[in-house]
């Protein structure tokens, strides 16, 4: 089960970290990805990072002013937002992979077990 928290309500070029908790099963056996989606649009890969935290993966659109990282110890992953955009608002959803991949093929693993989201809204 994944729990995604830490949404909100920030202004445009400020900054915000929304968190990922899994529970139920070792999630260093998962990559982990966020992915985001606003309505009436499809949803869109964000970041994704590997099982040890070793290997990450962006998006074009948040490359250079998103992070993920994972704490396995405390089965979380992270997205650290910067340099927020209008554009950028949408409800972001954490999901989580078995598979063996890295890098940008973690950009199309099956992403088995999702979380139920989290609103961000940024404000001009």
């Known amino acids: 089960q994944l729990q995604a928290s830490g949404g909100g309500l920030v202004q445009t070029g400020g900054s915000l970290r929304i968190s990922c908790a899994a529970s139920?099963?070792?999630?260093?056996?998962?990559?982990a990805g966020w992915f985001r989606q606003t309505p009436g649009k499809e949803r869109e890969f964000v970041a994704a990072i590997s099982k040890t935290g070793l290997s990450t993966h962006y998006g074009n659109s948040v490359k250079g002013r998103f992070t993920i990282s994972r704490d396995n110890a405390e089965n979380t992953v992270f997205l650290q937002m910067n340099s927020l955009k209008r554009e950028d608002t949408a409800v972001y959803f954490c999901?989580?992979?078995?598979?063996?991949?890295?890098?940008?093929?973690?950009?199309?693993?099956?992403?088995?077990?999702w979380g139920q989201g989290t609103l961000v809204t940024v404000s001009s």
């Open positions: 999901a989580a992979s078995r598979a063996n991949l890295y890098g940008s093929n973690m950009y199309r693993a099956p992403y088995n077990y």
């Open positions: 139920g099963q070792t999630f260093d056996n998962y990559i």
